[in-house]
């Protein structure tokens, strides 16, 4: 079982910055692609950004140019940096890694807890 933790979410003001780290532990044999997505009240969650293990991103058009994902392999995370932020960001990110316990297990979706991110303006 693979278990991400996130952190650095909080309250912040419109046009300011914010960087998330999620952290991945627990029988963890592999992770292929980890992302962020986001769920705002009464909307769907969406995506936010991906990162595969070798390093190629994807983001979504409304926080392309503001957003910037990472990872570190070696300690199975994953960052986002949010800069000019916007009353529309707000809403609860969630970490998210496709991973599989032992060289034989199926892929599996793993995901985080959570954590608000609110921009005020």
């Known amino acids: 079982q693979v278990q991400l933790v996130e952190s650095g979410g909080g309250l912040v003001q419109a046009g300011g910055s914010l960087r998330l780290s999620c952290a991945a532990s627990g029988s963890i044999f592999s992770i292929n692609v980890m992302g962020w997505y986001r769920q705002a009240p009464g909307k769907q969650r969406e995506l936010v950004a991906t990162i595969t293990s070798r390093g190629s991103t994807n983001y979504a058009d409304s926080v392309k140019g503001r957003s910037t994902i990472s990872r570190d392999n070696a300690k199975n995370s994953v960052y986002l940096q949010m800069i000019d932020l916007k009353p529309e960001d707000t809403a609860v990110y969630y970490c998210?890694?496709?991973?599989?316990?032992?060289?034989?297990?199926?892929?599996?979706?793993?995901w985080g807890q959570g954590t608000q991110v609110t921009v005020s303006s």
């Open positions: 998210n890694a496709e991973g599989r316990s032992t060289w034989y297990a199926t892929w599996s979706d793993y």
